[in-house]
């Protein structure tokens, strides 16, 4: 077996910081090179900023893990450079099944809605989407960005001060110290990072263990979701079957609480288990095995000083909806342009206070929906189980019984509702575009809407006049001046006009929506950018 | 005559089934029944049409039946 994940991506390498007098001062140094700090990485390099990346170890990670990404994390990803060879590479998917006890009770079709550039959800391995992004990493740096990687430097030791970060770092060569104006602690869910400062991370522990496996397997299922509850081959408990790249099926064995983990994980047990679900006859190959329990928490705050926590550092929630890994990309988008103004002095240190306030909101979200998709797939009492249990024979015969069976609810872009930095919607719009929703995107004869938006602020005109550029207190703003006709399948129209017919958006770095009227208004939306930027 | 209605018809229903789980957190179990059995009243009290409670005692037979 030559997999990607046993092959060293970025060894380590002497670095001459290693051999300084004193400490190297860097400007930004990232804790983690899973997929969430090198997203963060990227981001900030592409804007100038010079960022190190620590990761203790030296290869993408073991194993399928997060394997589910959406569209909003793929918009993300466009914008970073990486977003083509995810698409490339995925299975899309938009069926699913569900089955209950021996029987199917329904299937659905996620039906995307039309006049997107990406599609809803994708499927790949983790350690494809790290290789993506370290290969975005080298593609950078051959481009002269100040992006760099180093690879089994290990943090031992963690100082916060004011005004920078020392950081103790161990190598195969010894140990060397660090400083760096701020740093990003994207470590993982066990973040060490987290632990050295002696951090809260408080939430609950659901009593139950997992078995993922990932399966090569020549077999004719379709490219589909299938959920089970209560299935004769897993009996009071549940299993998923997913599709990934490479002939490669992801299976998810709900176990229960008691017992043994390492005896569960032998082949010799996995492997009937499997056979029970897939049928004798289908010939398969155990890739990975792994055991894990879930816990739904969060830090209390993220930002901690000049040490922010982004990913699973910061949250974690159960697998269910695929919001792992999504979420931890709509941290580092919301974070990076933030960190940029306040790093050139164009934004006071405070803006950094609405990554709490935002992301905290976002996780919160997240961990209320993969509770309430935990709860029932693993009802706590007796009457939850029956009323559970009604929901599924209803949703075989009664449509309306469908919305409340909840296998995972799929991991979608929160609107930062009440966000400081939005201003008083004063158009009578599309509740979707109000101010703190992500832009959705829409077709635009040439292309789509969103890779036109990103990175700075932008001014959406439709069918509205406005200067091409407002500069405002060191923020630059540019127009993108676009008319109903752009758009002949009108999705434009109903994403950002509704019973309006001209409108003046106020565009963040990241996507979301800052501020929208009818018509431009100078002094208003002087006010929406500084309040977008903290200001006010 | 109105139509017993099986469509989706709950705006959040994620939000209702939480509070429907909440409203029988830490129950005995035969509490839990009597609450049901009080909830199953006081929604056909709300309904009243005759007709769409019959309909509906005989969805939730789950048979079909003509």
């Not at chain 1, 050139?344 to 905290?360: F, Q």
């Not at chain 1, 550029?469 to 758009?487: C, H, N, Q, W, Y």
């Amino acid at each position: 077996m030559n997999k990607i994940f046993e092959t060293p991506l970025y060894p380590y390498a002497r670095h001459a910081d290693e051999d300084a007098p004193v400490p190297a001062r860097h400007k930004v140094i990232v804790v983690g090179a899973g997929p969430i700090g090198l997203a963060a990485a990227i981001d900030l390099a592409q804007q100038g900023i010079e960022v190190v990346i620590l990761d203790d170890n030296d290869k993408v990670s073991f194993g399928s893990r997060a394997i589910c990404f959406a569209k909003r994390p793929l918009e993300i990803l466009d914008r970073l450079g990486a977003g083509q060879p995810m698409v490339d590479k995925g299975v899309v998917w938009n069926l699913g099944k569900v089955f209950f006890d021996d029987r199917k009770v329904y299937d659905f079709n996620l039906l995307p809605e039309e006049g997107h550039q990406r599609p809803a959800f994708i499927n790949l391995q983790q350690y494809y989407f790290e290789e993506f992004l370290v290969n975005r990493v080298l593609e950078l740096q051959a481009e002269g960005a100040p992006i760099e990687i180093r690879g089994r430097n290990k943090v031992s030791a963690v100082g916060t001060h004011p005004d920078h970060v020392t950081l103790e770092i161990d190598t195969p060569e010894g140990s060397y110290n660090l400083e760096a104006d701020w740093v990003i602690a994207c470590d993982g869910a066990g973040s060490p990072m987290r632990a050295m400062l002696g951090k809260d991370f408080v939430g609950r522990v659901f009593e139950d263990n997992f078995l993922i496996a990932d399966v090569i397997m020549e077999a004719d299922f379709p490219t589909e979701r299938w959920f089970w509850f209560d299935p004769p081959f897993n009996r009071g408990q549940s299993a998923l079957l997913h599709k990934q790249p490479d002939g490669v099926w992801r299976i998810d064995l709900q176990l229960g609480w008691d017992i043994d983990k390492e005896r569960e994980k032998r082949p010799e047990n996995v492997i009937p288990r499997l056979k029970a679900m897939l049928g004798d006859d289908v010939e398969f190959e155990l890739e990975w095995v792994s055991i894990y329990t879930f816990q739904c928490r969060r830090m209390e705050q993220f930002r901690h000083g000049r040490v922010i926590f982004a990913g699973d550092s910061a949250h974690q929630v159960s697998p269910f909806g695929a919001r792992g890994a999504n979420s931890g990309l709509q941290d580092t988008d919301n974070l990076c342009w933030k960190l940029k103004l306040v790093i050139d002095g164009k934004a006071p240190e405070s803006l950094l206070d609405s990554y709490d306030i935002e992301r905290i909101h976002g996780a919160d979200e997240n961990i209320l929906n993969s509770t309430r998709s935990t709860d029932f797939i693993t009802p706590k009492s007796e009457m939850s189980r029956m009323l559970r249990d009604a929901v599924l024979d209803l949703s075989e015969h009664y449509e309306f019984a469908r919305p409340l069976v909840n296998s995972g609810r799929l991991s979608v872009p929160c609107t930062y509702d009440g966000s400081p930095l939005n201003s008083a919607d004063a158009l009578n719009g599309p509740e979707r575009t109000r101010p703190g929703s992500p832009c959705p995107d829409a077709p635009l004869g040439d292309g789509f809407l969103l890779p036109k938006l990103g990175d700075k602020f932008t001014l959406l005109t439709i069918d509205a006049e406005a200067p091409d550029v407002i500069e405002e207190d060191g923020i630059e703003v540019t127009r993108l001046a676009l008319s109903v006709k752009d758009d002949p399948t009108l999705a434009l129209k109903e994403r950002y006009l509704g019973d309006e017919t001209s409108a003046v958006y106020l565009i963040r770095p990241d996507q979301h929506v800052a501020a929208r009227r009818a018509s431009y208004d100078e002094t208003l939306f002087r006010a929406a950018i500084r309040r977008a930027t903290g200001k006010e | 005559m109105s139509d017993l209605i099986l469509t989706s018809n709950i705006d959040g229903a994620d939000d209702f089934y939480a509070e429907l789980l909440a409203t029988h957190e830490g129950l005995e179990t035969g509490d839990s029944h009597a609450l049901n059995a009080r909830l199953v009243l006081i929604l056909a009290n709300h309904i009243g049409d005759r007709e769409v409670l019959s309909q509906a005692l005989r969805a939730a037979k789950l048979k079909e039946e003509e």
